[in-house]
């Protein structure tokens, strides 16, 4: 029986998951610029990738309200790629993502949720959950 339920759970998350982009969970105005995680949380890392933004003469970097500071965006083949942390005590919602890529400017919007992930797969160590 718990194996049963183990798999109804499962796969409401996985469901939960592919509906995500369709109910407004998709985070960069363009498709240019995206984040991993596309959900971000307080005082986390995040990976900005960049297509078409490779090393140039001029320093490419990403700026927002949401970073604890500018991130410098090095060239990786024809794209580019650089590392944030999202401010500690930020509040939850969508902040604009500004990419300087020489000429370029390429907007994304990240998204940043405070509220914890809830424990939705019981575990075997949790009292009281059989």
Partial sequence: MRLL???????????AGLLAPVSG?????????????????????VQIDVLACAVGKKKHYASSKAFT??????????DGQ???TVKR?????????TVHCESRKLVGKLRVSNKPWPAVIPSPLTPGVR
């Fill in 5 to 15: 339920s183990t798999a109804v759970v499962g796969a409401a998350i996985v469901g």
């Fill in 89 to 97: 005590g930020l509040k939850s919602g969508t902040y604009k993502v």
């Fill in 82 to 84: 650089g590392k944030a």
């Fill in 69 to 78: 500071k500018n991130v410098v965006i090095y060239g990786k083949g024809a």
């Fill in 25 to 45: 969970e998709a985070t960069a105005a363009s498709r240019d610029v995206t984040f991993s995680p596309s959900v971000a949380r307080p005082g986390q890392h």
